[in-house]
């Protein structure tokens, strides 16, 4: 199995930065793609951008721009840059992983435990 790790969300300010971390442990052959949802009270979780092993993203139109996501190959880490946060950025954010964990499994979809960002004055 994949366990994933957040970490980095908290309360900022509007037009604020914030990065959040996102580490991938257990049994993990091959990693396809990493990214991120996010789930705002009272809405249905939404995409936020996904980052593929051949180094493209993609992002939702909401946070193009102001979001950007990377991933550290080496260590199975994906990060997620948000710069100029508004108010509407305020979820609970969720690393996804599709990752196969030997050579002959199909990938599967991970989900981390969430960290919650706040933006606020």
């Known amino acids: 199995q994949v366990q994933l790790v957040e970490s980095g969300g908290g309360l900022v300010q509007p037009g604020g930065s914030l990065r959040l971390s996102c580490a991938a442990s257990?049994?993990?052959?091959?990693?396809?793609?990493m990214g991120w949802y996010r789930q705002a009270p009272g809405k249905q979780r939404e995409l936020v951008g996904l980052?593929?092993?051949?180094?493209?993203?993609n992002y939702a139109e909401s946070v193009k721009g102001r979001f950007t996501i990377s991933r550290e190959n080496d260590n199975n880490t994906g990060y997620l840059h948000m710069e100029s946060l508004k108010p509407e950025d305020t979820a609970v954010y969720y690393c996804?992983?599709?990752?196969?964990?030997?050579?002959?499994?199909?990938?599967?979809?991970?989900w981390g435990q969430g960290t919650q960002v706040t933006v606020s004055s």
């Open positions: 996804i992983v599709n990752a196969k964990t030997s050579s002959r499994a199909s990938p599967d979809l991970f």
């Open positions: 257990g049994t993990i052959y091959s990693i396809v793609f």
């Open positions: 980052h593929t092993n051949a180094g493209n993203t």
